[in-house]
């Protein structure tokens, strides 16, 4: 387990430290907070996460119970538009402690939970305030105001997604070292549009709470967006079982060419590289990493002993080699979330000048994404130990991809990587030698050496 760094739980002290400061009003007299409300809302909210802690529930649900940011917010949103901003900071306190979290250190995550989703709602709370969310909720049995009361709940929800995605990108770049930019990058865009909905269904509760059906009619709302929510936990049960097909994939590449284990990886990790600094961020990243992780899959329906093979290929030998783009994309084709990936698999090997394969496409005629995995597949075969070739250092490997930019490569990527080395560095996770290869030395000089014997 990694320890959690000083930084970050400085961090994380700091936020609760703000979560209590905001919600010590409400508790200190004269308080105008109205007890009922706020407990009944505190109460709901934390009922919704117990679920997620309970395995008997969890079993008898699929294992699918919705759990993680997000899935309850409509409740602090809620209480945003009908209490003051400490009452309301004071709700969302005993459901974050009580939340589910998937990896230790749990204390600090739950603390970490609780104080940022107070934080969050306190803020939410004086954006509805300002813009009079109490008065356009009305009270009893008098009617909402409903084209006034939309402004606030969605103000409402927009400063608690600004807020919570603010607040989490600090922590992601505390405790993995991030600079701030990569660590805000694409939270906003992928948290946005769900808040907004949660705002409305906030809405919604609030409007009910204040009718004269009261809190029992406010309950409502929250079965449709726990089904909801039930339904996106199943899309990530899915997800994560075609993740777990490719790991199982990419293992049996490297179980049979043993003298590649690890590209696969380390080809997807440079995808990334590229990809982040082309502005690619969110799905299409996810994309990017796939498709360099999975772009030689299709080597398995090369026989290993011409993986294998010592000496050079025979022609032969090097047509039935380059057939795996083809082989790979025929066998991702039934994974429903890898469209672009499977065009990168099959055309990673295409060039610039048209002197590739399978179909010798050339310049934009390649799809982006298998222009990338292109310039990452040859720098990593440049800069790993193989059979017939030593590693050469970054910058010799670098200085080779850039004379044949134009040709082989498209000169974009090509200094996408340049950029991204010079910020990151290079620090492959797995070479040939660490898995025990015995390599001679190399056998083949010239331009791009380390990709003539055969297709990386």
Not at 212 to 221: C, E, F, I, S
Not at 222 to 235: K, N
């Amino acid at each position: 387990m990694k320890p959690l760094p000083r930084t970050a739980r400085a961090y994380i002290v700091c936020a609760a430290l703000g979560a209590g400061a905001c919600a010590l009003p409400a508790l200190l007299p004269p308080s105008p907070t109205p007890w009922a409300t706020a407990g009944l809302l505190a109460a709901l909210y934390a009922l919704c996460e117990l679920p997620a802690r309970c395995r008997l529930l969890g079993r008898a649900l699929g294992g699918s119970v919705p759990m993680g940011s997000g899935s309850f917010f409509p409740v602090l949103v809620a209480a945003a538009l009908l209490l003051p901003p400490a009452a309301a900071a004071l709700t969302a306190l005993p459901g974050g402690l009580l939340a589910r979290v998937a990896e230790p250190p749990a204390g600090w995550r739950r603390a970490w939970r609780a104080a940022a989703t107070a934080l969050a709602v306190w803020a939410a709370a004086h954006a509805a305030t300002a813009l009079g969310a109490r008065t356009a909720l009305g009270t009893g049995t008098g009617r909402p105001d409903m084209p006034h009361a939309l402004l606030p709940a969605l103000a409402a929800a927009l400063v608690f997604c600004l807020v919570l995605t603010a607040l989490d990108g600090g922590v992601r770049a505390t405790a993995d070292g991030l600079p701030l930019r990569t660590a805000w990058r694409g939270l906003l865009g992928r948290a946005l549009a769900p808040h907004l909905v949660h705002g409305l269904a906030g809405l919604m509760m609030g409007v009910l709470w204040r009718s004269a059906h009261g809190p029992a009619a406010a309950l409502l709302v929250l079965l449709p967006m726990y089904l909801s929510c039930w339904v996106f936990a199943q899309y990530h049960h899915e997800r994560a079982a075609h993740q777990a097909t490719i790991r199982a994939l990419v293992q049996a590449v490297d179980i049979k060419d043993s003298y590649t284990r690890g590209h696969s990886e380390r080809v997807g990790h440079a995808s990334v590289l590229i990809a982040r600094e082309l502005g690619m961020d969110g799905d299409r990243l996810d994309t990017v990493r796939f498709a360099g992780i999975l772009h030689d899959v299709g080597k398995l329906g090369v026989p290993t002993r011409i993986l294998r093979k010592d000496g050079p290929l025979t022609p032969e030998e090097r047509r039935i080699i380059e057939l795996h783009p083809e082989y790979g994309h025929e066998m991702i084709r039934g994974i429903g979330f890898l469209d672009e990936a499977r065009d990168a698999v099959l055309h990673h090997h295409e060039r610039i000048d048209g002197s590739g394969y399978p179909y010798g496409l050339r310049g934009e005629e390649i799809p982006e994404c298998a222009r990338v995995v292109a310039v990452a597949d040859a720098f990593d075969a440049m800069t790993s130990t193989r059979s017939y070739s030593r590693a050469r250092p970054v910058a010799t490997a670098l200085a080779e991809l850039e004379r044949c930019a134009g040709s082989h490569f498209d000169p974009r990527m090509v200094a996408a990587l340049v950029r991204a080395l010079a910020a990151h560095g290079w620090q492959p996770e797995v070479t040939a030698d660490e898995a025990g290869t015995q390599v001679p030395a190399p056998r083949t000089p010239g331009p791009l050496a380390a990709k003539t014997q055969e297709p990386a």
